[in-house]
């Protein structure tokens, strides 16, 4: 957890570290925010959550930090599982989708989730770590400050176990500085 924090702090370092360089070679420096909700499938496990992301960008590159907490809670073989929260940043990249106020977007990134698994009276909290790579696209209504966002991240997990699970994710976006 640690390690996903300050590289975190790394990448939020160097985003704004060279602001003049990155005006002029890849557009001006902004900031966005946005919440929204997120579904995940990771069979055979269906969960949902609650997620916000903060991010700093120029017009084809930005890194980006998202926390998310669980909503809901699924069954599988007698357990009751449920997402607590997960923690992950992201280096990113746009492209503009001609002059529409949309842009499609990738990115990859990696980070932590943590899951509680309930069975009766013994209860088990455990986390693992991923890699996420996924891409979507956003609209900006009237090329203002507000948009929406729809996404796709794939979470592969490197802890024991491993698997994988597939999250979209819906949400509110909302541009500030440098526009």
């Not at 949902?48 to 017009?59: F, H, I, K």
């Not at 609209?139 to 597939?166: I, L």
Request: hydrophobic share 40%.
């Amino acid at each position: 957890m640690k390690t996903l924090f300050a590289a975190a702090a790394v990448a939020a370092v160097a985003a704004f570290a060279a602001p003049a360089m990155a005006q002029t070679a890849m557009g001006p420096v902004s900031g966005y925010a946005n919440l929204g909700y997120a579904y995940a499938h990771a069979d055979p496990v269906n969960l949902s959550a609650v997620e916000g992301r903060l991010g700093v960008r120029t017009t084809y590159l930005g890194v980006e930090g998202q926390g998310a907490f669980g909503v809901n809670d699924d069954t599988a073989a007698g357990v009751k599982i449920k997402l607590r929260n997960e923690f992950s940043g992201y280096a990113i990249g746009f492209l503009p989708l001609g002059a529409s106020g949309a842009e499609a977007f990738a990115r990859v990134g990696y980070g932590h989730s943590s899951f509680r698994a309930k069975s009766g009276a013994i209860e088990v909290t455990d986390g693992q770590d991923s890699v996420n790579y996924g891409a979507g696209v956003q609209y900006f209504f009237n090329h203002g400050p507000n948009g929406v966002r729809g996404d796709y991240t794939r979470y592969d997990f490197t802890g024991n176990g491993n698997g994988s699970a597939d999250v979209w994710a819906i949400s509110y976006v909302r541009k500030f500085g440098g526009q």
